[in-house]
């Protein structure tokens, strides 16, 4: 099979661009903040940054519908802030604060939401694949219509339990959508680096599961496989694997020297391909009057921002008493 | 409105670090994720992106300069023609406090306390009411009936594993349940251990009770990642948003000439883990009504059984719904000169021994644990501070044993009431032997047991 690439579609509007323009531009400066709370020592421990793929998620997300559901790896605050969830609370959980969605219990790499069907953020690579296999075992079970996106990295594209999972959903038929994150790097590791394969997404083949290679730095491109993703899923014919080129441009957590690329490599990524930009010169080529419209935009993402940071660092620590709580739900019974 | 660029920590362990290199200089306009400078941290060379857009008002610390504590300024930036001295700064908050240490923390704590009422005292009310009509059932026809009946009452709850449907069980465990149920709620999974484990805690989060029977425990290790890391910890690392309520169950420990890679008896593992319950039963009443228990239980069970104990028939009550709460112990036999603690298959040993010793004129009160996790301490102190003597028993290795642990709690709770250590009677630390006569040395044995006690009550 040949590499079937997602044509962009033309007939966008206006109204729909900019959409994606603020959900995107929403999780760069987010994360940018979050790199600059790191820097201050408001954020411990591993923190990874999604600026560079921001319209990996964004595109996906336009193809969701109430219920469905989206799991991921640690590099999650892009997803989560797409999937709808509380700026404030994302902050908060990263600053380790009462008023974090895992009231501080979770941190970056661990975080739920079941009201927004975000079922985390995951520490360990390659463990969400089949979770999330599993999410989509329970809506088929129920007969719910209802499709579950599995995203994962080009490295955990080699762990074993991928292929046990992709085995299973097909033999199963489970609706789960694949989306394989394929930033090129895994921590350090380059994709030539790892594997001979020449994609991720025809491994699925050899398990009968279709799939795609899309564009990820292009909103529109990801959007439209994303939809024909979906449609296969809710039709009852089973998962489906997108393989989604982008690129990370900061490193892969806070304390990576990215002595493994160059610095030519990034700057060539970011000033010609980067996402968000793609998006505001379309508009710009669309309405040449769109300016004010898109300062008003930064501005008021940036409000949201700094008001999340706010939020975050005024948000007490947990209550001492927290250490021991939630360790197990009480039986109802 | 100027701002100033503080001395960034770039990683979890930094303190301070070296300027090591300014790559813009004053005046010089840069925008968001240009490289400003190159900082050594206690790992390695980074490069220090801008984040906001502006022009370099001053830099306030010089390269090469060492020991520049994090969250010093280094440098103001701010608009063309600003006023860029420090006071014009956006004012930072200083990085975040250390925690407090505990208040009021008293020494270890044995284990996260389990929720509802605090036990004081050891709950001693009957398991069925008197007079029950029993029935004789095996071991492995009390763990199916318990799959059978919580599947009949919740549709939710359902079989997974390798060759539970149309094989009915590698050991015969879920025999008819397909017959019932049919393959939407018995389902056949190909041997993958790892990959159907993390299906079933995804299942679990999407609203179903699943049963993963692993063909045995031993299998269980290539899926362990998801036992604990995505069953046990979610809950908690949800902050309370989202239990795991799944059961892992199949035969542990040594069956019969299966040798090393077939004879681990996980206990010990399972039980260091908070977030996980584990459950170990003995007879065949305590396998059902346990396992009910189990599978309605809103948390991640494992379920330890036995291949030996499948066949073995005990009473059962007939009841409608049968179940025994967990962390709640069984005392078999009423005794005043010892305690020998057991559960599992291990309570063949402590029985048998307190039989023989009887013969001896020594009373031992056995008590079988029936879960590990909650542990009915409560019930092993009073009777230890009665007898002032323990043995337990267990087919575990010795090192970081459930013994030690249980011993380590009774020297804590019960010290001015012993006599005599606690001593363990355990499988020996050795992988399984194959041979006959190696294989039953390396387990713990009845006469282990007895002269287990023989020491402990100075008779030996
Ligand atoms: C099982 C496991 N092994 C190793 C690690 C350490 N680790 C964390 S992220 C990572 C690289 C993963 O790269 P990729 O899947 O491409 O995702 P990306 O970080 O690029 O988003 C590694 C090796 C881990 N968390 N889990
Ligand atoms: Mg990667």
Known sequence: MAARKATRKSNVSKEELLGYYREMLLIRRFEEKAGQLYGMGLIGGFCHLYIGQEAVVVGLEACAEEGDKRITTYRDHGHMLASGMD?????????????????????????????????????IVGANVPLGAGLAFADKYLGNDRVTFTYFGDGAANQGQVYETYNMAELWNLPVVFVIENNQYAMGTSIKRSTKSPSLWERGAAYGIEGMEVDGMDVLAVK???????EHCRAGKGPFILEVMTYRYRGHSMSDPAKYRTRDEVQKMREE??????????LIEMD?????????????????VNASADYSKESPEPALAELYTDIYVEASA | MATEILMPALSPTMEEGTLAKWLVKEGDT???????????????????????????????VAEGTEGVKVNTPIAVIGEE????SLAAAEEQPASVAVPAALEGFEGKVAAAPAPGPAIAEPDRSPDYPEG????????????????????????????????????QGA???????????????????????????????????GGLKPIVEFMTFNFAMQAIDHLINSAAKTLYMSGGQMGSPIVFRGPNGAAARVAAQHSQDYAAWYSSVPGLKVVQPYSAADAKGLLKTAIRDPNPVVFLENEIMYGRSFDVPKLDDFTIPFGKARIWREGSDVTILSWGIGMNYALEASDELAKEGISAEVIDLRTLRPLDMATVIESVKKTNRCVTVEEGWPVASMSDHIGAEIMREAFDYLDAPVLACTGKDVPMPYAANLEKLALTSTKEVMDAVKAVTYRA
């Not at chain 1, 391909?273 to 379309?282: K, L, M, N």
């Not at chain 2, 400078?37 to 220090?48: G, P």
């Open chain 2, 132 to 167: 029950t009509e029993m029935v004789s059932t095996t071991v492995r026809e009390a763990l199916r009936d318990a799959m059978a009946e919580e599947m009949r009452a919740d549709e939710t709850v359902f079989v997974m594993g390798e060759e539970v449907a149309e094989y």
């Open chain 2, 171 to 205: 050991y015969k465990v879920t025999q008819g349940l397909l017959d019932e149920f049919g393959a939407r709620r018995v389902v056949d999974t190909p041997i993958t251990e790892h990959g159907f484990a993390g299906i079933g805690v995804g299942a679990s989060w």
């Open chain 1, 273 to 282: 391909r980067d996402a968000i930009e793609q998006v505001r010169a379309r």
């Open chain 1, 224 to 230: 439209a496989a994303g939809q024909k993703a979906v």
């Open chain 1, 288 to 304: 040449d009057k769109i300016e004010d419209e898109l300062k008003a935009i930064d501005k008021d993402i940036k409000a949201i």
């Open chain 1, 87 to 123: 700026p404030n609370g994302v902050m908060a959980e990263l600053t380790g604060r009462e008023g974090g969605y895992s009231k501080g219990k979770g941190g970056s790499m661990h975080m739920f939401s079941k009201e927004a069907h975000f079922y985390g953020g995951h520490g």
């Open chain 2, 81 to 84: 023609g600003e006023d860029m």
């Open chain 2, 30 to 60: 840069v925008s968001s994720g240009d490289i400003i400078a190159e900082i050594e941290t206690d790992k390695a060379t980074m490069e220090f992106e801008a984040v906001d857009e502006g022009v370099v008002g001053r830099i306030l």
